[in-house]
């Protein structure tokens, strides 16, 4: 089973970040905002997917979002942008 770990951004250019085995079903509850949403995507507008990592085991994907989760907005976005070498040197 594939477990992706995923970067929302928000029409407020909010940031959001989770995990799920299920990337379509994930998305169509926050965008549908189904009970199963989180409820930061319930209080926010529109997003858009702007980054996903795959991993084979949820442990992975968990520790994978932990450490995006704690990263600063700038190195989030030198992620989403691909730009390695600012994200080495953030």
């Known amino acids: 089973m594939i477990y992706s770990v995923y970067i929302l951004r928000f029409s407020s250019n909010s940031l959001y970040i989770g995990q799920t085995n299920d990337l379509d079903s994930r998305l169509k509850s926050h965008l549908n905002k ?5 409820k930061f995507t319930k209080d926010h507008g529109t997003f858009k997917l702007v980054y ?39």
């Open 52 to 90: 996903q990592e795959n991993f084979d085991s949820r442990l992975d994907a968990m520790r994978r979002e932990k450490q995006l989760k704690g990263w600063t907005r700038a190195k989030k976005e030198a992620l989403i942008a691909g730009n390695r070498k600012l994200l080495k040197n953030l």
């Open 34 to 38: 189904t009970t199963k949403a989180a």
